[in-house]
């Protein structure tokens, strides 16, 4: 006879998995504190999502989560990081407080989090038009789609930073 279906089943996906999420992220990260925050930060989305049929393949489920919440780690520590050395190139009377490097830090990693939504000719297109300088023709043919598409691309973009700057406290 079948065992009845539990009444807690992230309870009992957590029970039976934790500890192998956790060693198998320790193996993949130098930082065992990495490890441990990304494991728990793994089944916080579980909680988060809405709940579905018991999954099938629970660890290829819950690596798969945790490789994209690795990605973003590594993201936003290079994000960190090349903006740590912009500053330290800045002369000492011009480097922002440091409640201002923790705003821009936190906007970065918002406007990141954006572009990480769009696919990657949308995402290309516009860094490419924003922080390069580049007009929709370059970027058209640098990608090898229509003008057309590139203006689409931004359109989503811009729509979706929009979106971002809405949700803050303050917008109009």
């Not at 999420?21 to 320790?26: D, E, K, P, Y």
């Not at 990141?112 to 000719?121: H, I, T």
């Not at 949308?122 to 003008?147: C, D, K, P, W």
């Amino acid at each position: 006879m079948a065992s009845p279906a539990s009444p807690h089943p992230l309870h009992d996906l957590y029970s039976e998995h934790h500890g192998w999420l956790l060693g198998w992220l320790r193996r993949r990260l130098s930082n065992p504190c990495d490890a441990a925050d990304l494991t728990q930060d793994t089944f916080v989305r579980l909680l988060a999502a809405p709940q579905a049929a018991p999954l099938q393949a629970p660890r290829a489920y819950l690596a798969t989560v945790a490789k994209r919440l690795m990605i973003n780690l590594y993201r936003r520590r290079s994000m960190e990081q090349a903006y740590l050395e912009a500053l330290a190139s800045l002369p000492e009377q011009q480097v922002p407080s440091l409640e201002h490097q923790a705003l821009v830090l936190e906007a970065l990693q918002e406007v990141d989090e954006v572009l990480s939504r769009l696919g990657s000719k949308a995402r290309s297109a516009f860094l490419m038009y924003q922080l390069e300088g580049h007009n929709q023709e370059t970027i058209a043919a640098s990608l090898g789609v229509s003008v057309r598409s590139v203006q689409r691309y931004l359109v989503q973009a811009f729509e979706e930073c929009i979106v971002l700057m809405a949700s803050e406290p303050g917008w109009p």
